[in-house]
Protein backbone atom coordinates (compact mmCIF):
# COMPACT_ATOMS: atom_id res chain seq x y z
CA UNK A 1 0.00 0.00 0.00
CA UNK A 2 1.51 3.56 -0.61
CA UNK A 3 0.18 6.41 1.14
CA UNK A 4 -1.69 9.13 -1.08
CA UNK A 5 -2.90 12.70 -0.35
CA UNK A 6 -6.77 12.40 -0.84
CA UNK A 7 -7.62 14.28 -4.00
CA UNK A 8 -9.03 17.40 -3.72
CA UNK A 9 -11.95 16.91 -6.30
CA UNK A 10 -13.51 20.41 -6.64
CA UNK A 11 -17.31 20.80 -5.92
CA UNK A 12 -19.94 20.17 -8.70
CA UNK A 13 -23.36 21.52 -9.48
CA UNK A 14 -25.43 18.76 -7.77
CA UNK A 15 -28.71 17.80 -9.74
CA UNK A 16 -31.67 17.08 -7.61
CA UNK A 17 -33.27 13.82 -9.36
CA UNK A 18 -36.03 13.74 -6.11
CA UNK A 19 -39.30 15.01 -8.02
CA UNK A 20 -40.06 13.03 -11.24
CA UNK A 21 -43.46 13.00 -12.77
CA UNK A 22 -45.97 10.07 -12.15
CA UNK A 23 -45.41 7.27 -15.04
CA UNK A 24 -48.60 5.21 -16.31
CA UNK A 25 -48.11 1.21 -16.16
CA UNK A 26 -47.31 0.90 -19.59
CA UNK A 27 -44.01 3.16 -19.33
CA UNK A 28 -43.23 2.06 -15.78
CA UNK A 29 -43.09 -1.44 -16.53
CA UNK A 30 -43.55 -2.56 -20.24
CA UNK A 31 -42.11 0.10 -22.13
CA UNK A 32 -39.66 1.51 -19.20
CA UNK A 33 -37.00 3.68 -20.16
CA UNK A 34 -35.41 3.29 -16.53
CA UNK A 35 -32.24 1.13 -16.80
CA UNK A 36 -33.31 -0.79 -13.78
CA UNK A 37 -36.34 -2.00 -14.79
CA UNK A 38 -35.31 -3.02 -17.99
CA UNK A 39 -32.59 -4.92 -16.02
CA UNK A 40 -35.13 -6.58 -14.23
CA UNK A 41 -36.99 -6.92 -17.36
CA UNK A 42 -33.79 -9.07 -18.88
CA UNK A 43 -33.73 -10.83 -15.51
CA UNK A 44 -36.65 -12.65 -15.59
CA UNK A 45 -36.68 -13.36 -19.20
CA UNK A 46 -33.55 -15.13 -18.95
CA UNK A 47 -34.44 -17.08 -16.52
CA UNK A 48 -37.47 -18.11 -18.22
CA UNK A 49 -35.48 -19.00 -20.98
CA UNK A 50 -33.27 -20.75 -18.74
CA UNK A 51 -35.76 -23.25 -17.72
CA UNK A 52 -36.53 -24.02 -21.57
CA UNK A 53 -33.00 -24.73 -22.25
CA UNK A 54 -32.74 -26.44 -19.17
CA UNK A 55 -36.02 -28.81 -19.90
CA UNK A 56 -33.94 -29.33 -23.91
CA UNK A 57 -31.07 -30.39 -22.25
CA UNK A 58 -32.74 -32.97 -20.48
CA UNK A 59 -34.53 -34.06 -23.12
CA UNK A 60 -30.45 -34.40 -24.98
CA UNK A 61 -29.47 -36.33 -21.78
CA UNK A 62 -32.10 -38.95 -21.39
CA UNK A 63 -32.41 -39.88 -24.87
CA UNK A 64 -27.73 -40.73 -24.44
CA UNK A 65 -28.91 -42.39 -21.36
CA UNK A 66 -31.82 -44.44 -22.62
CA UNK A 67 -31.59 -44.52 -26.37
CA UNK A 68 -35.15 -44.83 -27.79
CA UNK A 69 -36.59 -45.43 -24.75
CA UNK A 70 -39.97 -43.61 -24.72
CA UNK A 71 -40.44 -40.62 -22.87
CA UNK A 72 -41.55 -41.32 -18.92
CA UNK A 73 -44.71 -39.42 -18.29
CA UNK A 74 -44.86 -37.04 -21.21
CA UNK A 75 -43.64 -38.80 -24.29
CA UNK A 76 -47.31 -39.44 -25.53
CA UNK A 77 -48.10 -35.84 -25.07
CA UNK A 78 -45.18 -34.42 -27.24
CA UNK A 79 -45.29 -33.85 -30.87
CA UNK A 80 -44.78 -36.53 -33.76
CA UNK A 81 -42.00 -34.25 -35.45
CA UNK A 82 -40.00 -35.11 -31.83
CA UNK A 83 -41.12 -38.14 -30.78
CA UNK A 84 -42.29 -41.37 -32.66
CA UNK A 85 -45.45 -43.01 -32.07
CA UNK A 86 -44.08 -44.80 -29.28
CA UNK A 87 -42.74 -41.85 -27.31
CA UNK A 88 -39.27 -42.20 -27.73
CA UNK A 89 -37.12 -39.43 -28.93
CA UNK A 90 -36.78 -39.00 -32.93
CA UNK A 91 -33.37 -39.26 -34.43
CA UNK A 92 -34.16 -35.80 -35.89
CA UNK A 93 -35.70 -34.61 -32.92
CA UNK A 94 -32.26 -34.89 -31.35
CA UNK A 95 -30.15 -33.27 -33.31
CA UNK A 96 -33.15 -30.35 -33.12
CA UNK A 97 -32.83 -30.85 -29.29
CA UNK A 98 -29.54 -30.41 -29.66
CA UNK A 99 -29.80 -27.19 -31.46
CA UNK A 100 -32.14 -25.51 -29.81
CA UNK A 101 -30.66 -26.24 -26.15
CA UNK A 102 -27.01 -24.70 -27.22
CA UNK A 103 -28.72 -21.89 -28.98
CA UNK A 104 -31.14 -20.57 -25.81
CA UNK A 105 -28.48 -21.11 -23.31
CA UNK A 106 -25.77 -19.09 -25.56
CA UNK A 107 -28.13 -16.07 -27.23
CA UNK A 108 -31.01 -16.10 -24.61
CA UNK A 109 -29.68 -16.77 -21.13
CA UNK A 110 -25.82 -16.23 -20.12
CA UNK A 111 -25.09 -13.31 -22.90
CA UNK A 112 -28.67 -11.37 -21.80
CA UNK A 113 -28.16 -12.84 -18.02
CA UNK A 114 -24.34 -11.10 -17.71
CA UNK A 115 -24.44 -8.55 -19.79
CA UNK A 116 -28.54 -7.25 -19.80
CA UNK A 117 -28.95 -7.83 -16.59
CA UNK A 118 -26.37 -6.64 -14.79
CA UNK A 119 -24.52 -4.65 -17.63
CA UNK A 120 -28.09 -2.09 -17.50
CA UNK A 121 -28.05 -2.45 -13.69
CA UNK A 122 -24.50 -1.73 -12.45
CA UNK A 123 -23.10 0.59 -15.19
CA UNK A 124 -25.14 3.87 -14.07
CA UNK A 125 -24.70 3.03 -10.38
CA UNK A 126 -21.35 2.51 -10.35
CA UNK A 127 -19.91 5.14 -12.32
CA UNK A 128 -22.76 7.66 -10.51
CA UNK A 129 -24.73 8.34 -13.37
CA UNK A 130 -28.79 8.83 -13.53
CA UNK A 131 -29.30 6.36 -16.36
CA UNK A 132 -28.02 5.06 -19.46
CA UNK A 133 -26.80 7.49 -22.39
CA UNK A 134 -29.50 6.45 -24.53
CA UNK A 135 -32.89 5.24 -22.88
CA UNK A 136 -35.05 4.93 -25.38
CA UNK A 137 -32.60 2.24 -27.33
CA UNK A 138 -31.75 0.55 -23.98
CA UNK A 139 -35.62 -0.26 -23.94
CA UNK A 140 -35.46 -0.98 -27.50
CA UNK A 141 -32.71 -3.55 -27.38
CA UNK A 142 -34.36 -5.28 -24.81
CA UNK A 143 -37.58 -5.57 -27.16
CA UNK A 144 -35.50 -6.28 -29.72
CA UNK A 145 -33.64 -9.41 -27.31
CA UNK A 146 -37.67 -10.66 -26.18
CA UNK A 147 -38.31 -11.03 -30.51
CA UNK A 148 -35.45 -12.34 -30.88
CA UNK A 149 -36.23 -15.42 -28.37
CA UNK A 150 -39.65 -15.94 -28.96
CA UNK A 151 -39.08 -16.08 -32.89
CA UNK A 152 -35.53 -19.13 -31.73
CA UNK A 153 -38.26 -20.81 -30.20
CA UNK A 154 -41.13 -20.60 -32.97
CA UNK A 155 -38.16 -22.44 -35.49
CA UNK A 156 -38.06 -25.30 -33.08
CA UNK A 157 -42.30 -25.98 -34.26
CA UNK A 158 -41.87 -24.35 -37.32
CA UNK A 159 -44.24 -26.43 -39.80
CA UNK A 160 -41.86 -27.58 -42.77
CA UNK A 161 -39.22 -28.91 -39.41
CA UNK A 162 -37.30 -27.23 -37.04
CA UNK A 163 -33.68 -26.61 -37.20
CA UNK A 164 -31.79 -29.56 -36.89
CA UNK A 165 -27.93 -28.60 -37.79
CA UNK A 166 -26.44 -27.97 -34.60
CA UNK A 167 -26.10 -24.67 -32.99
CA UNK A 168 -23.16 -23.63 -34.73
CA UNK A 169 -25.79 -24.71 -38.13
CA UNK A 170 -22.06 -25.89 -40.33
CA UNK A 171 -23.18 -25.43 -44.56
CA UNK A 172 -23.82 -27.64 -46.35
CA UNK A 173 -26.15 -28.71 -43.65
CA UNK A 174 -27.85 -25.90 -43.07
CA UNK A 175 -27.81 -23.84 -46.15
CA UNK A 176 -29.26 -26.94 -48.12
CA UNK A 177 -33.19 -26.15 -47.66
CA UNK A 178 -34.10 -30.10 -48.77
CA UNK A 179 -32.23 -31.09 -45.54
CA UNK A 180 -35.12 -33.04 -43.68
CA UNK A 181 -37.40 -30.67 -44.77
CA UNK A 182 -35.87 -28.01 -42.40
CA UNK A 183 -36.00 -24.64 -44.49
CA UNK A 184 -38.56 -22.92 -42.70
CA UNK A 185 -37.23 -23.39 -38.79
CA UNK A 186 -33.39 -22.54 -40.40
CA UNK A 187 -34.99 -19.67 -41.81
CA UNK A 188 -36.88 -18.71 -38.13
CA UNK A 189 -33.23 -19.88 -36.77
CA UNK A 190 -31.04 -16.91 -38.82
CA UNK A 191 -33.93 -14.40 -38.20
CA UNK A 192 -33.83 -14.82 -34.48
CA UNK A 193 -29.96 -14.68 -34.26
CA UNK A 194 -30.13 -11.65 -36.59
CA UNK A 195 -32.71 -9.97 -34.18
CA UNK A 196 -30.44 -10.98 -31.38
CA UNK A 197 -27.62 -9.19 -32.90
CA UNK A 198 -29.45 -5.96 -33.69
CA UNK A 199 -30.31 -6.25 -29.26
CA UNK A 200 -26.90 -6.98 -28.81
CA UNK A 201 -25.40 -4.40 -31.25
CA UNK A 202 -28.00 -1.70 -29.44
CA UNK A 203 -26.90 -2.12 -25.81
CA UNK A 204 -22.92 -2.36 -26.63
CA UNK A 205 -22.95 1.14 -27.90
CA UNK A 206 -25.72 2.20 -25.08
CA UNK A 207 -22.38 1.06 -22.41
CA UNK A 208 -19.91 2.45 -24.11
CA UNK A 209 -21.18 5.69 -24.49
CA UNK A 210 -22.36 5.47 -20.88
CA UNK A 211 -19.35 4.44 -19.52
CA UNK A 212 -16.88 7.15 -21.79
CA UNK A 213 -19.28 10.23 -21.39
CA UNK A 214 -21.63 9.82 -18.23
CA UNK A 215 -18.88 8.96 -15.03
CA UNK A 216 -19.34 11.31 -11.81
CA UNK A 217 -16.74 13.85 -11.08
CA UNK A 218 -13.26 11.67 -10.21
CA UNK A 219 -14.65 8.85 -11.25
CA UNK A 220 -11.58 8.23 -14.06
CA UNK A 221 -11.04 5.50 -15.76
CA UNK A 222 -8.82 3.27 -13.28
CA UNK A 223 -11.04 4.37 -10.38
CA UNK A 224 -13.79 2.03 -12.33
CA UNK A 225 -15.00 -1.07 -10.46
CA UNK A 226 -13.78 -4.30 -12.31
CA UNK A 227 -17.15 -5.02 -13.33
CA UNK A 228 -17.58 -1.62 -14.91
CA UNK A 229 -14.19 -2.55 -16.87
CA UNK A 230 -15.08 -5.56 -18.18
CA UNK A 231 -18.44 -4.74 -19.18
CA UNK A 232 -16.86 -2.16 -21.00
CA UNK A 233 -14.41 -4.52 -22.90
CA UNK A 234 -17.07 -6.60 -23.65
CA UNK A 235 -19.35 -4.20 -25.53
CA UNK A 236 -16.28 -3.22 -27.38
CA UNK A 237 -16.28 -6.86 -28.45
CA UNK A 238 -19.74 -6.71 -29.39
CA UNK A 239 -19.64 -4.48 -31.88
CA UNK A 240 -16.86 -5.94 -33.73
CA UNK A 241 -17.92 -9.77 -33.61
CA UNK A 242 -21.59 -9.51 -33.43
CA UNK A 243 -22.13 -7.78 -37.35
CA UNK A 244 -20.02 -10.67 -38.25
CA UNK A 245 -22.20 -13.28 -37.44
CA UNK A 246 -25.40 -11.23 -38.31
CA UNK A 247 -24.17 -10.91 -42.06
CA UNK A 248 -23.27 -14.71 -42.05
CA UNK A 249 -27.03 -15.32 -41.45
CA UNK A 250 -28.24 -13.32 -43.33
CA UNK A 251 -26.58 -15.31 -45.96
CA UNK A 252 -27.11 -18.48 -45.02
CA UNK A 253 -30.86 -17.33 -45.09
CA UNK A 254 -30.62 -16.09 -48.26
CA UNK A 255 -28.98 -18.98 -49.54
CA UNK A 256 -32.09 -20.89 -48.09
CA UNK A 257 -34.93 -18.49 -49.71
CA UNK A 258 -33.69 -16.75 -52.36
CA UNK A 259 -31.61 -19.27 -54.47
CA UNK A 260 -27.73 -17.25 -53.58
CA UNK A 261 -24.90 -19.38 -53.03
CA UNK A 262 -22.64 -18.70 -50.94
CA UNK A 263 -21.78 -21.63 -48.91
CA UNK A 264 -23.37 -24.62 -51.39
CA UNK A 265 -20.17 -26.17 -52.73
CA UNK A 266 -22.25 -27.37 -55.54
CA UNK A 267 -23.01 -23.71 -56.85
CA UNK A 268 -19.54 -22.51 -56.55
CA UNK A 269 -20.16 -21.46 -52.89
CA UNK A 270 -17.74 -21.95 -49.89
CA UNK A 271 -18.98 -24.13 -47.01
CA UNK A 272 -15.54 -23.19 -45.22
CA UNK A 273 -16.56 -19.39 -45.36
CA UNK A 274 -19.18 -20.23 -42.91
CA UNK A 275 -16.71 -21.87 -40.57
CA UNK A 276 -14.99 -18.75 -40.62
CA UNK A 277 -17.20 -16.01 -40.24
CA UNK A 278 -18.88 -18.33 -37.39
CA UNK A 279 -16.35 -18.68 -35.29
CA UNK A 280 -14.38 -15.16 -35.94
CA UNK A 281 -17.80 -14.11 -33.75
CA UNK A 282 -17.51 -17.22 -31.71
CA UNK A 283 -14.75 -17.35 -29.76
CA UNK A 284 -14.99 -13.40 -28.96
CA UNK A 285 -18.08 -14.94 -28.10
CA UNK A 286 -16.83 -17.73 -25.41
CA UNK A 287 -15.22 -14.35 -23.71
CA UNK A 288 -18.21 -12.09 -24.05
CA UNK A 289 -19.67 -14.68 -21.84
CA UNK A 290 -16.59 -14.95 -19.51
CA UNK A 291 -15.70 -11.05 -19.34
CA UNK A 292 -18.37 -10.03 -17.30
CA UNK A 293 -18.16 -13.20 -15.04
CA UNK A 294 -14.95 -12.36 -14.37
CA UNK A 295 -15.66 -8.39 -13.09
CA UNK A 296 -18.70 -9.71 -11.23
CA UNK A 297 -16.53 -12.13 -9.34
CA UNK A 298 -13.80 -9.95 -9.12
CA UNK A 299 -15.97 -7.70 -6.86
CA UNK A 300 -17.68 -10.46 -4.98
CA UNK A 301 -14.36 -11.82 -3.67
CA UNK A 302 -13.03 -8.59 -2.90
CA UNK A 303 -15.60 -7.66 -0.76
CA UNK A 304 -15.62 -10.73 0.78
CA UNK A 305 -11.88 -11.02 1.45
CA UNK A 306 -12.27 -7.65 2.88
CA UNK A 307 -8.94 -6.77 1.05
CA UNK A 308 -8.50 -4.83 -1.70
CA UNK A 309 -8.26 -6.43 -5.00
CA UNK A 310 -4.38 -7.82 -5.56
CA UNK A 311 -3.27 -6.04 -8.44
CA UNK A 312 -5.99 -4.11 -10.11
CA UNK A 313 -4.49 -2.59 -13.47
CA UNK A 314 -2.77 -6.00 -13.85
CA UNK A 315 -6.39 -7.32 -13.71
CA UNK A 316 -7.39 -4.53 -15.91
CA UNK A 317 -4.52 -4.62 -18.94
CA UNK A 318 -5.20 -8.98 -18.50
CA UNK A 319 -9.41 -8.19 -19.58
CA UNK A 320 -7.82 -6.04 -22.62
CA UNK A 321 -5.75 -8.48 -23.47
CA UNK A 322 -7.93 -10.99 -23.59
CA UNK A 323 -10.23 -9.18 -25.59
CA UNK A 324 -7.63 -8.71 -27.87
CA UNK A 325 -5.92 -11.94 -28.44
CA UNK A 326 -9.67 -13.40 -28.60
CA UNK A 327 -9.97 -11.95 -31.75
CA UNK A 328 -6.84 -14.12 -33.10
CA UNK A 329 -7.62 -17.40 -31.79
CA UNK A 330 -10.87 -18.99 -34.19
CA UNK A 331 -8.49 -20.88 -36.43
CA UNK A 332 -8.29 -23.27 -33.22
CA UNK A 333 -11.94 -24.55 -34.03
CA UNK A 334 -11.05 -25.67 -37.75
CA UNK A 335 -7.62 -27.38 -37.16
CA UNK A 336 -9.67 -30.47 -38.59
CA UNK A 337 -11.00 -28.68 -41.97
CA UNK A 338 -7.81 -29.03 -43.89
CA UNK A 339 -6.07 -26.03 -42.50
CA UNK A 340 -2.73 -25.28 -43.84
CA UNK A 341 -0.16 -26.45 -41.29
CA UNK A 342 1.91 -23.09 -40.86
CA UNK A 343 -1.92 -21.01 -40.03
CA UNK A 344 -2.75 -23.94 -38.26
CA UNK A 345 0.44 -23.24 -35.80
CA UNK A 346 -0.11 -20.01 -36.04
CA UNK A 347 -3.46 -20.39 -34.57
CA UNK A 348 -2.36 -22.92 -31.74
CA UNK A 349 0.13 -20.35 -30.88
CA UNK A 350 -2.09 -17.53 -30.06
CA UNK A 351 -4.52 -20.26 -28.43
CA UNK A 352 -1.54 -20.97 -25.60
CA UNK A 353 -0.74 -16.98 -25.30
CA UNK A 354 -4.40 -16.10 -24.36
CA UNK A 355 -3.53 -18.11 -21.51
CA UNK A 356 -1.21 -16.12 -20.00
CA UNK A 357 -3.70 -12.94 -19.20
CA UNK A 358 -6.33 -15.72 -17.79
CA UNK A 359 -3.54 -16.99 -15.64
CA UNK A 360 -2.58 -13.75 -14.43
CA UNK A 361 -6.09 -12.92 -13.24
CA UNK A 362 -6.22 -16.14 -11.68
CA UNK A 363 -3.18 -15.52 -9.43
CA UNK A 364 -5.08 -12.42 -8.99
CA UNK A 365 -7.57 -13.82 -7.16
CA UNK A 366 -5.60 -15.78 -5.60
CA UNK A 367 -3.95 -13.18 -3.90
CA UNK A 368 -7.00 -11.13 -2.97
CA UNK A 369 -8.38 -13.80 -1.33
CA UNK A 370 -4.96 -15.19 0.44
CA UNK A 371 -5.20 -14.18 3.96
CA UNK A 372 -8.34 -12.13 3.75
CA UNK A 373 -11.13 -11.91 6.36
CA UNK A 374 -13.31 -14.20 4.05
CA UNK A 375 -17.16 -14.05 4.87
CA UNK A 376 -18.37 -17.39 3.38
CA UNK A 377 -21.78 -15.40 1.97
CA UNK A 378 -23.83 -17.79 -0.52
CA UNK A 379 -22.05 -15.31 -3.77
CA UNK A 380 -18.72 -15.82 -2.17
CA UNK A 381 -19.07 -19.39 -2.69
CA UNK A 382 -20.45 -18.97 -5.85
CA UNK A 383 -17.83 -17.12 -6.68
CA UNK A 384 -14.74 -18.96 -5.53
CA UNK A 385 -16.32 -22.21 -7.57
CA UNK A 386 -16.44 -19.86 -10.67
CA UNK A 387 -12.28 -19.48 -10.41
CA UNK A 388 -12.29 -23.30 -9.60
CA UNK A 389 -14.31 -24.32 -12.40
CA UNK A 390 -13.07 -21.73 -14.25
CA UNK A 391 -9.06 -22.89 -14.19
CA UNK A 392 -10.64 -26.75 -15.05
CA UNK A 393 -12.05 -25.34 -18.12
CA UNK A 394 -8.92 -23.44 -19.13
CA UNK A 395 -6.68 -26.26 -18.50
CA UNK A 396 -8.76 -29.00 -20.79
CA UNK A 397 -8.76 -25.81 -23.58
CA UNK A 398 -4.77 -25.93 -23.12
CA UNK A 399 -4.98 -29.51 -24.52
CA UNK A 400 -7.42 -28.40 -27.99
CA UNK A 401 -5.12 -25.65 -28.34
CA UNK A 402 -2.37 -28.32 -29.67
CA UNK A 403 -3.28 -29.12 -33.32
CA UNK A 404 -2.50 -32.81 -33.08
CA UNK A 405 -4.30 -33.75 -29.45
CA UNK A 406 -7.34 -31.30 -31.13
CA UNK A 407 -7.32 -33.48 -34.42
CA UNK A 408 -8.00 -36.13 -31.83
CA UNK A 409 -11.13 -34.62 -29.76
CA UNK A 410 -12.71 -32.72 -31.85
CA UNK A 411 -15.90 -33.06 -31.91
CA UNK A 412 -15.91 -35.63 -28.69
CA UNK A 413 -17.30 -34.96 -25.77
CA UNK A 414 -14.19 -33.85 -24.57
CA UNK A 415 -15.27 -30.22 -26.05
CA UNK A 416 -18.83 -30.51 -24.64
CA UNK A 417 -17.09 -30.88 -21.07
CA UNK A 418 -14.63 -27.86 -21.84
CA UNK A 419 -17.08 -25.54 -22.96
CA UNK A 420 -19.72 -26.54 -20.08
CA UNK A 421 -16.56 -25.96 -17.36
CA UNK A 422 -16.41 -22.72 -19.22
CA UNK A 423 -19.72 -21.37 -19.49
CA UNK A 424 -21.69 -23.34 -17.03
CA UNK A 425 -18.94 -23.62 -13.79
CA UNK A 426 -17.59 -19.82 -15.16
CA UNK A 427 -20.29 -17.85 -16.38
CA UNK A 428 -23.54 -19.35 -15.07
CA UNK A 429 -21.84 -20.00 -11.71
CA UNK A 430 -20.83 -16.10 -11.73
CA UNK A 431 -24.11 -15.20 -12.44
CA UNK A 432 -26.08 -17.26 -9.73
CA UNK A 433 -22.96 -15.45 -7.31
CA UNK A 434 -23.87 -11.92 -9.07
CA UNK A 435 -27.77 -12.59 -8.07
CA UNK A 436 -26.98 -13.58 -4.44
CA UNK A 437 -24.77 -10.46 -3.88
CA UNK A 438 -26.66 -6.95 -5.70
CA UNK A 439 -30.62 -9.42 -5.22
CA UNK A 440 -30.68 -6.42 -1.96
CA UNK A 441 -29.96 -3.27 -3.90
CA UNK A 442 -32.46 -4.90 -7.02
CA UNK A 443 -35.41 -5.73 -4.78
CA UNK A 444 -34.52 -4.11 -1.11
CA UNK A 445 -35.09 -7.57 0.43
CA UNK A 446 -32.26 -10.04 1.41
CA UNK A 447 -32.89 -14.19 0.16
CA UNK A 448 -32.18 -16.37 2.63
CA UNK A 449 -28.37 -17.30 3.05
CA UNK A 450 -29.30 -21.28 4.30
CA UNK A 451 -31.30 -21.80 1.15
CA UNK A 452 -28.88 -20.32 -0.56
CA UNK A 453 -25.87 -22.51 0.26
CA UNK A 454 -27.87 -25.55 -0.24
CA UNK A 455 -28.76 -24.41 -3.99
CA UNK A 456 -24.66 -24.08 -4.33
CA UNK A 457 -23.78 -26.97 -2.59
CA UNK A 458 -26.07 -29.25 -5.23
CA UNK A 459 -25.41 -27.43 -7.78
CA UNK A 460 -21.36 -27.62 -6.94
CA UNK A 461 -21.59 -31.38 -7.08
CA UNK A 462 -24.22 -32.43 -8.99
CA UNK A 463 -22.27 -30.20 -11.73
CA UNK A 464 -18.88 -32.32 -11.68
CA UNK A 465 -21.05 -35.34 -12.03
CA UNK A 466 -22.49 -34.36 -14.92
CA UNK A 467 -19.65 -32.92 -17.07
CA UNK A 468 -16.35 -34.11 -15.51
CA UNK A 469 -17.11 -37.64 -16.85
CA UNK A 470 -17.65 -36.47 -20.04
CA UNK A 471 -13.78 -35.48 -20.30
CA UNK A 472 -13.15 -39.73 -19.94
CA UNK A 473 -16.77 -40.22 -22.75
CA UNK A 474 -14.43 -37.71 -25.28
CA UNK A 475 -11.38 -39.47 -24.46
CA UNK A 476 -13.24 -43.08 -24.95
CA UNK A 477 -14.40 -41.82 -28.75
CA UNK A 478 -17.74 -40.83 -28.13
CA UNK A 479 -18.57 -38.00 -30.56
CA UNK A 480 -21.44 -35.01 -30.47
CA UNK A 481 -24.36 -35.45 -31.72
CA UNK A 482 -24.91 -38.84 -32.24
CA UNK A 483 -28.31 -39.69 -30.94
CA UNK A 484 -27.43 -43.35 -29.87
CA UNK A 485 -24.01 -44.30 -28.28
CA UNK A 486 -24.48 -48.33 -27.77
CA UNK A 487 -24.99 -48.36 -31.72
CA UNK A 488 -21.07 -48.00 -31.91
CA UNK A 489 -19.11 -51.15 -30.45
CA UNK A 490 -16.44 -49.12 -28.79
CA UNK A 491 -18.90 -46.93 -26.93
CA UNK A 492 -20.89 -49.68 -25.60
CA UNK A 493 -18.70 -50.22 -22.28
CA UNK A 494 -19.19 -46.48 -21.57
CA UNK A 495 -22.37 -46.08 -21.65
CA UNK A 496 -22.57 -46.60 -17.91
CA UNK A 497 -21.04 -43.45 -17.66
CA UNK A 498 -23.70 -42.20 -20.07
CA UNK A 499 -26.56 -43.44 -17.53
CA UNK A 500 -24.82 -41.77 -14.19
CA UNK A 501 -24.13 -38.11 -16.04
CA UNK A 502 -27.71 -38.52 -17.16
CA UNK A 503 -28.80 -38.62 -13.53
CA UNK A 504 -26.75 -36.35 -12.29
CA UNK A 505 -27.83 -33.71 -15.06
CA UNK A 506 -31.54 -34.32 -13.81
CA UNK A 507 -30.57 -33.50 -10.02
CA UNK A 508 -28.56 -31.15 -11.63
CA UNK A 509 -31.66 -29.11 -13.34
CA UNK A 510 -33.46 -30.18 -9.66
CA UNK A 511 -30.75 -28.04 -8.11
CA UNK A 512 -32.47 -24.57 -9.21
CA UNK A 513 -35.81 -25.57 -7.29
CA UNK A 514 -34.39 -24.32 -4.15
CA UNK A 515 -32.77 -21.38 -5.93
CA UNK A 516 -36.14 -20.80 -7.54
CA UNK A 517 -38.53 -21.03 -4.07
CA UNK A 518 -35.36 -18.73 -2.39
CA UNK A 519 -35.44 -16.19 -5.54
CA UNK A 520 -39.45 -15.42 -5.71
CA UNK A 521 -39.90 -15.60 -2.24
CA UNK A 522 -37.50 -13.02 -1.04
CA UNK A 523 -38.85 -10.83 -3.50
CA UNK A 524 -42.00 -10.70 -1.71
CA UNK A 525 -41.15 -11.90 1.66
CA UNK A 526 -37.48 -11.47 2.35
CA UNK A 527 -36.31 -9.44 4.97
CA UNK A 528 -35.37 -5.84 4.37
CA UNK A 529 -32.69 -5.10 3.03
CA UNK A 530 -30.26 -2.33 4.60
CA UNK A 531 -28.50 -0.29 2.40
CA UNK A 532 -24.80 -1.46 1.96
CA UNK A 533 -25.68 -5.04 3.67
CA UNK A 534 -22.18 -5.98 2.94
CA UNK A 535 -20.52 -3.10 3.50
CA UNK A 536 -18.92 -2.72 0.19
CA UNK A 537 -17.55 0.87 -1.18
CA UNK A 538 -19.10 1.10 -5.02
CA UNK A 539 -21.39 3.82 -5.49
CA UNK A 540 -24.45 1.79 -5.78
CA UNK A 541 -24.40 0.86 -2.04
CA UNK A 542 -24.71 4.40 -1.33
CA UNK A 543 -28.37 4.81 -1.95
CA UNK A 544 -32.01 3.36 -1.20
CA UNK A 545 -32.34 -0.38 -2.19
CA UNK A 546 -33.93 -0.40 -4.54
CA UNK A 547 -32.83 3.35 -5.85
CA UNK A 548 -35.80 5.65 -7.42
CA UNK A 549 -35.65 7.36 -11.09
CA UNK A 550 -32.77 9.41 -11.61
CA UNK A 551 -30.93 7.48 -9.07
CA UNK A 552 -28.89 9.73 -7.14
CA UNK A 553 -30.54 12.52 -5.43
CA UNK A 554 -27.25 14.65 -5.52
CA UNK A 555 -24.35 13.75 -8.32
CA UNK A 556 -21.82 11.94 -6.38
CA UNK A 557 -18.44 12.94 -6.43
CA UNK A 558 -15.44 10.26 -5.95
CA UNK A 559 -12.44 10.67 -4.33
CA UNK A 560 -10.42 7.57 -4.30
CA UNK A 561 -10.57 3.53 -6.17
CA UNK A 562 -13.39 1.00 -5.27
CA UNK A 563 -11.30 -1.41 -3.02
CA UNK A 564 -10.16 0.33 -0.42
CA UNK A 565 -10.62 -2.55 2.40
CA UNK A 566 -9.15 -3.16 5.80
CA UNK A 567 -7.10 0.44 5.37
CA UNK A 568 -4.90 1.32 8.17
CA UNK A 569 -5.94 4.04 9.95
CA UNK A 570 -9.95 4.22 9.71
CA UNK A 571 -12.24 3.22 12.29
CA UNK A 572 -14.23 0.52 10.06
CA UNK A 573 -12.70 -1.78 7.08
CA UNK A 574 -14.30 -0.33 3.76
CA UNK A 575 -14.08 3.24 2.36
CA UNK A 576 -17.00 4.30 -0.08
CA UNK A 577 -15.66 5.85 -2.74
CA UNK A 578 -17.88 9.15 -2.43
CA UNK A 579 -16.42 9.36 1.54
CA UNK A 580 -13.05 11.33 2.32
CA UNK A 581 -10.11 9.11 3.76
CA UNK A 582 -8.63 11.09 7.11
CA UNK A 583 -6.04 12.25 7.16
CA UNK A 584 -4.37 9.32 9.18
CA UNK A 585 -5.67 6.79 6.22
CA UNK A 586 -3.22 4.98 3.83
CA UNK A 587 -5.13 4.32 0.67
CA UNK A 588 -3.73 3.18 -2.66
CA UNK A 589 -2.60 4.40 -5.26
CA UNK A 590 -4.29 2.91 -8.51
Not at 102 to 108: E, P, R, Y
Request: with cysteine.
Amino acid sequence: MAETITHAVPEEVHVSHAHHPELSFFRKYIWSEDHKTIALQYLFTSLFFLLIGGLLAMGVRFQLAFPNAPVPFIGALLPSWLVTSAGAVQPGGYNGLVTMHATVMVFLVIMPLLIGVFGNYLIPLEIGAPDMAFPFFNALSYWLFLVSGLVLLSSFFAPAGFPAGGWTSYAPLSSHAAYNGTQAGQSLWCVGLFINGLASIAGAMNYITTIINMRAPGMTMFRLPLPIWALFITAILLLLAVPVLSAAAAMLFCDLNFGTSFFSASNYGQPLLWQHLFWFFGHPEVYIMILPAMGLASEILAVNSRKPIFGYKAMVYAMVAIGVLGFIVWGHHMFVSGMNILLSATFSFSTVLIAVPSAIKTFNWMGTVWRGSIRYTTAMCFALAFVSMFVIGGLSGIYMAATPVDLFIHHTYFIVAHIHYVLFGGSLFGVFGAIYFWFPKMFGRMMNETWGKIHFGLAFIFFNCTFFPMHNLGLNGMMRRIADPPLYDHLRSSQPINVFVTVSAFCLGLSTIPFLINFFYSIFKGPKAPTNPWESNTLEWTVPSPPGHGNFERTPTVYHGPYEYSVPGMEKDFLPQDEHAPETAKIIAH
